[in-house]
């Protein structure tokens, strides 16, 4: 465990020491929030060191090495200080850390106290095997092995990755810097994220408050910060308690028995995935849907791109709203290209992103210029709009160049969803909400004129109102139309209505503990107040069950400690393999093609591709179908690596070899599992030289 800590430590400090970089221009950036921003400081240096490594190295201008990384870091040193010396602004920026030093530093403990507890919860199921995590391990491998980019398609040789990977690419920059292992940095990458998005929204949470209070409260604040926070990185939703109460009805003759020994059984019998996939799916029918949350996304820890944005998009909101906390009706050129910036982060990282949050970005600037300046500003904020749009194509063109989207196209929806699912799912924010909206509609109503408004709705009030517009807009829109993909029609609404409604539930957190603080500041009853805050109380304790089932059920009730090393679960199921494994990453330097045998998608099949980013001609057929665009190009390949382990004709083997640029042939216990007549004999008389082998496995060199 001691070693465990040394790696958190070190990759704590890692961060750390990028987040330097941006403190100048995020204390500038947030000048107005009561903690400056501290926070977002790691996630802009983040980003914006990603970038312009992705930059550089798609143009071949530095390759993706420590020596690269100098030069990038060079470079912002050289920003900083000019930044920093121009009109004097060291002394401004020296004043902030001497009068606010405390706040940065608890923040700074709580951010690394959050990253070593979810370490420690990943050490007791640290596999990175099951669902896509082959897939984002591979992405993060391939990245490190990457001198220049876009990273090379471990499943695909000869092509790059076709996928949102520059949150990836983030994990394997930090991983590079920090020379920890990529078994171990990968679990280092979801406690990261489940940090970072504990203590970004924290921030924005509590200066929404801040910023609304005419008289200056830090309990007040203080607790809404931290409400939202664990709402939003670690609450569920009110599945849990309808569904152990389902249990405990059908368990006992359709009675709801209050007994503990008959909640207990029936709590025993939650299965915490179901929260997740509750619509189609309970009762089964033919319109089966995916609607997960972030703690979810902790938990089960793929490394995926809707995770992965979440601290993009946190930060994207808390930009919007500082730079909204002064207006000015003009074109404001700092807003708009930072705008298009980060935007273009978020499509590069889970591109659904960039059509949600420019909805928010659209909703809040036109009702924010509207109480503010009346409907002269609706042109204004139109051709705000379409520059922050080709801003946002600018920065994200690089990526765009090498990768080819994957809709289908929209379709009208032909199933829906039961308004009591959608209940279960979102109820509890709704009840949350509704008070809120209530009261602007009628404080609306009652002030006719723009100054009336203005006076009376503070921007943490707009601010809120447009989150709970989009969020409730995305709900809605899975209702009426998808996104084609390739997925079979039993499932065609799921990825829609999971990359939507993901947002939707950020979006309400976020809100949850500004309006609980907002309505107890507003309402005038004492008796209406503590109504509420009694709903508003069984419903967040409601919320925060849900965690404990899923930690509970994924990591073995936290009984067996086994380290950060996801790689180690292959010593026990292929030992071999696992050994073959670590000497390729210690022997085989670049990235030369090593065949493997095709395996489908979510089985263990690709192991090597995964754990050591070479490409392999092809990898999980189902992912590659998505990818490329069809079937035909991944059906080809697979049946040349068939004739490759196969065919009993050395001049056809040979011709597939070269084809593919083949430089390794791995066999191992896949390779006996999906091709029972293999006979590695013929490699050797094919002039192939034995580099590594334990047991079974060997690694063949042409």
Same mark, same amino acid.
């Given at each position: 465990m001691f070693r465990d800590f040394t790696f958190i430590f070190s990759w704590w400090l890692t961060i750390f020491s990028l987040s330097l970089l941006s403190l100048p221009i995020v204390f500038h950036i947030f000048s107005k929030f009561w903690d400056n921003g501290y926070i977002f400081a790691k996630t802009l240096s983040l980003v914006v060191i990603t970038y312009l490594v992705l930059i550089f190295g798609i143009f071949k201008i530095l390759p993706f090495n420590i020596a690269g990384l100098v030069m990038?870091?060079?470079?912002?040193?050289?920003?900083n200080f000019f930044f920093l010396f121009h009109k004097?602004?060291?002394?401004?920026?020296?004043?902030?850390?001497?009068?606010?030093?405390k706040i940065f530093l608890i923040e700074e403990i709580l951010f690394l106290l959050i990253l070593a507890i979810w370490s420690y919860i990943r050490g007791f199921a640290p596999s990175i095997e099951g669902l896509e995590k082959y897939m984002d391990w591979g992405f993060v491998n391939s990245a490190i092995r990457s001198d220049f980019l876009p990273p090379q398609d471990m499943w695909f040789a000869g092509e790059v990755i076709n996928y949102y990977y520059f949150g990836h690419l983030i994990f394997a920059l930090i991983t590079?810097?920090?020379?920890?292992?990529?078994?171990?940095?990968?679990?280092?990458?979801?406690?990261?994220?489940?940090?970072?998005?504990?203590?970004?929204?924290f921030s924005l949470s509590s200066n929404l408050v801040y910023l609304s209070l005419k008289k200056k409260n830090t309990y007040k604040y203080i607790i809404a910060g931290l409400i939202s926070a664990l709402l939003l990185t670690f609450g569920g939703n009110i599945h849990t308690v309808f569904k152990i109460a389902k249990i405990n009805i059908s368990q006992n003759n359709n009675q709801f028995v209050w007994t503990k020994s008959a909640i207990s059984k029936a709590a025993s019998s939650y299965w915490y995935p179901d929260a997740t996939r509750f619509i189609g799916h309970d009762p089964d029918i033919k319109d089966k849907t995916i609607h997960e949350f972030p703690v979810y996304s902790f938990v089960v820890a793929d490394l995926h791109g809707h995770m992965n944005d979440i601290i993009v998009v946190i930060f994207f909101m808390a930009f919007l709203l500082a730079s909204f906390l002064t207006q000015k009706q003009k074109l404001n050129w700092q807003f708009i290209i930072f705008s298009g910036f980060i935007l273009s982060l978020c499509y590069m990282t889970n591109a659904w992103d960039f059509a949600i949050y420019g909805l928010l970005l659209a909703?809040?600037?036109?009702?924010?210029?509207?109480?503010?300046?009346?409907?002269?500003?609706?042109?204004?904020? &139109?051709?705000?709009? @379409?520059?922050? #749009?080709?801003?946002? =194509?600018?920065?994200?063109?690089?990526?765009?160049?090498?990768?080819?989207?994957?809709?289908?196209?929209?379709?009208?929806?032909?199933?829906?969803?039961?308004?009591?699912?959608?209940?279960?799912?979102?109820?509890g924010f709704w009840i949350i909400c509704l008070p809120f909206i209530f009261y602007f509609i009628y404080s609306f109503f009652r002030r006719s004129t723009i100054y009336n408004l203005k006076s009376k709705f503070s921007t943490s009030d707009l601010f809120i109102l447009s989150l709970i517009i989009?969020?409730?807009?995305?709900? &809605?829109?899975?209702? @009426?139309?998808? #996104?084609?993909?390739? =997925?079979?029609?039993?499932?065609?609404?799921a990825n829609t209505m999971f990359k939507l409604v993901y947002q939707s539930f950020i979006l309400y957190s976020l809100c949850s503990g500004y309006i609980l603080v907002r309505l107890s500041e507003i309402l005038k009853s004492k008796f209406?107040?503590?109504?509420?805050?009694?709903?508003?109380?069984?419903?967040?304790?409601?919320?925060?069950?849900?965690?404990?089932?899923?930690?509970?059920s994924y990591y073995g009730e936290l009984r067996l400690y086994r380290g950060l090393d996801g790689l180690t679960y292959l010593k026990d199921l292929y030992p071999d393999n696992y050994k073959a494994?670590?000497?390729?990453?210690?022997n085989i330097s670049g990235q030369p093609v090593m065949l493997e045998a095709v395996g489908d998608s979510y089985t263990t099949f690709n192991q090597v591709s995964s754990a050591t980013g070479l490409p392999t001609i092809q990898g999980w057929i189902v992912h590659e179908w998505l990818w490329r665009g069809g079937y035909d190009a991944p059906a080809a390949r697979q049946s040349d690596v068939e004739k490759i382990y196969l065919s009993k004709d050395v001049e056809?083997?040979?011709t597939l070899l070269s084809q593919y640029q083949v430089k390794y042939i791995f066999v191992g216990d896949k390779e006996y599992e999906k091709y029972p007549e293999l006979n590695p004999e013929k490699f050797k008389n094919i002039g192939a030289k034995v580099v590594f082998q334990s047991g079974k496995t060997t690694v063949y060199q042409l």
């Open positions: 990038i870091f060079l470079i912002l040193i050289l920003f004097k602004r060291y002394l401004w920026f020296l004043k902030i850390i001497k009068s606010k030093y590079k810097l920090s020379q920890i292992p990529s078994s171990v940095s990968y679990n280092l990458a979801i406690a990261t994220i489940c940090s970072l998005t504990f203590i970004s929204t909703i809040f600037t036109l009702i924010i210029n509207y109480f503010s300046f009346g409907k002269q500003s609706f042109i204004t904020t &139109i051709l705000s709009g @379409l520059l922050i #749009i080709l801003f946002w =194509y600018l920065f994200s063109l690089p990526f765009s160049l090498r990768f080819i989207p994957m809709m289908e196209g929209i379709k009208i929806s032909d199933g829906h969803t039961p308004f009591y699912q959608l209940f279960v799912l979102y109820g989009v969020a409730n807009l995305l709900i &809605i829109i899975p209702e @009426l139309i998808y #996104i084609k993909d390739i =997925y079979i029609y039993e499932h065609r609404r209406s107040i503590n109504i509420y805050k009694i709903f508003f109380t069984l419903i967040f304790v409601i919320h925060m069950i849900y965690p404990y089932f899923a930690i509970k494994i670590l000497w390729i990453n210690k056809e083997t040979q």
